[in-house]
Nanobody, 118 residues
């Protein structure tokens, strides 16, 4: 089991940057695929990016490709999402999740709100 806590969200102007962190506890973190998702009001949860246990990027959604960058530090049991050139449409609650195998997501953080203003 992996327990996850996101942080780093907040209010930012369009064009600005934020870095989200997802701190993990649990002995399986370093072997887990990790993902970042977001959910805007009235919309479905969207998968943004997936990072392998070794730090290789497995996936970026087209909506964030070239603007968002994932990374992880297994020694600190933390994954990061660097978000640049933020747009109004990036406003959402952002979640990290740990892969459960077979394409499933077994553990979720509580989410952190990101609001982009004009």
């Amino acid at each position: 089991q992996v327990q996850l806590v996101e942080s780093g969200g907040g209010l930012v102007q369009a064009g600005g940057s934020l870095r989200l962190s997802c701190a993990a506890s649990g002995r399986t973190f370093s072997s887990s695929v990790m993902g970042w998702f977001r959910q805007a009001p009235g919309k479905e949860r969207e998968l943004l990016t997936v990072i392998s246990w070794s730090g290789g990027t497995l996936y970026y959604a087209d909506s964030v490709k070239g603007r968002f960058t994932n990374s992880r530090d297994n020694a600190k049991a933390t994954v990061y999402l660097q978000m640049n050139s933020l747009k109004l449409e990036d406003t959402a609650v952002y979640y990290c999740a740990a892969g459960g195998g077979g394409g499933s997501w077994s553990n979720w953080g509580q989410g952190t709100q990101v609001t982009v203003s004009s």
